[in-house]
């Protein structure tokens, strides 16, 4: 380790200013150079403050994100560097501040391009929904291959321990405390996130990371959209000194399918033959309108940026999943997506 004092820095700034340094290392012999590792260096401070959101560098930041998986039609995961350009110019002209990568690391060539534009990314490991009981060793050793691979990377401020994970509830809660604990001895200076998708904030597989996320369809698997209010109203009340954050939430869009009134339903994903544009963009606005008035939100994810690939199932009308904002080829930009885009997230954040 050498320590070294930088007078005056330029700080890392988001998308307002991503500055970077970059520091050189080399093992030299004599005047020849054998080796070389150039990595980038941002200098940033960022804080989730509960009830109030998230600072970088004391300047408070707005966190309005999008999730993204890494597959396109016809490539699976095999993206070219034109590709993740091509996913982060488009996320970067919906609004969108901040990335979920679900549920996976990603592309090395996304991280540095997510620092250099200036996105605030969370990276999280493949410990969903599913357990078995033999993921320990696994998944401590992607959740030190991710950190550790990662760790100069000024754009991320959390890593994510699980997405979803259920019972048995015992082994859970054991393996996700030895996750946390893990990261932190990795890297002290970072966050960690658990997500629940028992829509329960104290439930006890999700308590043992700093932050809780949550993932919450109102409208689409349980109630109508607008109870995403009355359920944002509560959780204020009831857990304001938590860090929460909406970690997703969506609603298929099929651009095949168009309806010309839609109302206040409920439980679209009971009908999987019918995905109308028109639900999916009214959904994301009423719950853009939710988090800008409930502050207990540090973070939002909607999902998904682009639609992806799913297991073929009787409640797919291909083996995909529709709650893109954009095509799985990245052709189509949807009608949430223009609506949203027109609308202005910023504007719903601060109006």
């Known amino acids: 380790m050498q320590d070294f004092n930088l007078t005056n820095p330029h700080l890392w700034q988001g998308l307002e200013d991503p500055y970077l340094y970059k520091v050189v290392t080399q093992l030299v012999d004599g005047n020849t150079v054998l080796d070389e590792v150039i990595q980038p260096l941002g200098l940033r401070k960022f804080e989730l403050r509960t009830g109030e959101g998230f600072f970088l560098n004391d300047i408070k930041y707005p966190m309005y994100g999008v999730t993204r998986h890494q597959d396109r039609w016809g490539k699976g995961s095999a993206l070219s560097n034109a590709d993740h350009d091509e996913d982060l110019a488009i996320i970067k002209e919906i609004g969108a501040t901040t990335i979920r990568l679900a549920h996976y690391q990603q592309s090395t060539c996304f991280y540095e391009k997510c620092d250099s534009i200036g996105f605030i990314v969370w990276a999280e490991i493949p410990f969903v929904n599913r357990v078995t009981t033999l993921e320990e060793a696994n998944a401590k050793q992607q959740l030190t291959e991710l950190i550790r691979q990662n760790y100069n990377?000024?754009?991320?401020?959390?890593?994510?321990?699980h997405n979803e994970v259920y019972t048995p509830n015992?082994?859970?809660?054991?393996?996700?405390?030895?996750?946390?604990?893990?990261?932190?001895?990795?890297?002290?200076?970072?966050?960690?996130v658990q997500v629940s998708g028992?829509?329960?904030i104290?439930?006890?597989?999700?308590?043992?990371?700093?932050?809780?996320?949550?993932?919450?369809?109102?409208?689409?698997?349980?109630?109508?959209?607008?109870?995403v209010d009355k359920w944002a109203d509560q959780i204020s009340?009831?857990?304001?000194?938590?860090?929460?954050i909406f970690s997703e939430y969506g609603a298929e869009a099929n651009p095949s399918h168009q309806q010309e009134v839609v109302g206040d339903v409920g439980n679209q994903w009971a009908n999987p033959a019918f995905f109308p544009e028109e639900f999916s963009t009214k959904f994301h606005e009423i719950h853009w309108g939710t988090i800008k008035r409930h502050p207990i939100f540090l973070a939002s994810y909607l999902w998904n940026t682009f639609d992806f690939a799913t297991p073929i199932t009787a409640l797919n009308v291909e083996p995909r999943n529709y709650k893109g904002l954009v095509t799985f080829d990245r052709k189509l930009k949807k009608d949430p997506f223009i609506g949203i885009k027109l609308t202005g997230v910023k504007?719903?954040?601060?109006?």
């Open 170 to 192: 015992a082994y859970t809660i054991e393996l996700t405390t030895k996750l946390n604990d893990l990261a932190k001895t990795e890297d002290p200076y970072r966050y960690t």
């Open 198 to 200: 028992y829509n329960v």
């Open 347 to 351: 504007n719903l954040y601060y109006i």
């Open 153 to 161: 990377h000024p754009s991320i401020y959390t890593w994510g321990l």
């Open 237 to 244: 009340k009831d857990f304001k000194d938590y860090k929460i």
């Open 202 to 227: 104290n439930h006890a597989v999700n308590n043992n990371a700093d932050i809780q996320g949550i993932n919450h369809y109102f409208g689409w698997y349980n109630g109508v959209i607008r109870d």
